[in-house]
Nanobody, 125 residues
Framework: QVQLVESGGGLVQAGGSLRLSCAAS????????MSWYRQAPGQQRELVGS?????????????NYGDSVKGRFTISRDDAKNTVYLQMNSLNPEDTAVYYC?????????????WGQGTQVTVSS
């Protein structure tokens, strides 16, 4: 059974930082594209950023980010802990949302797509 468990959310003041964690079981995160999404009240779920599968020799996959978080958020992956992180700096109230972890991959036969339960991030002004 696949589980993605997010943690690290909470209440922070504008300008502050938080680090979210996504601990995976039942899959190996290094074999998946791992993404963070967020959804604010009344808004559609949006992609925050992703880290690709693979990587070797101490490096992990390549990353990409949404325009609204570039330069402020960083995704990283610890294969030994089977965990993905989202480091969020310079937070502002517009970053308030439920943050979700996603693991995805595909073969010629099937698409695999898993979601965590989400963790709330609230940024006060």
């Amino acid at each position: 059974q696949v589980q993605l468990v997010e943690s690290g959310g909470g209440l922070v003041q504008a300008g502050g930082s938080l680090r979210l964690s996504c601990a995976a079981s039942g899959i190996t995160v290094g074999f998946y594209t791992m993404s963070w999404y967020r959804q604010a009240p009344g808004q559609q779920r949006e992609l925050v950023g992703s880290i690709s599968s693979g990587g070797s020799g101490g490096s992990t996959g390549s990353t990409n980010y949404g325009d609204s978080v570039k330069g402020r958020f960083t995704i990283s992956r610890d294969d030994a802990k089977n965990t993905v992180y989202l480091q969020m700096n310079s937070l502002n109230p517009e970053d308030t949302a439920v943050y979700y972890c996603n693991a995805a991959t595909r073969t010629i036969f099937k698409t695999y797509d898993y979601w965590g339960q989400g963790t709330q991030v609230t940024v006060s002004s």
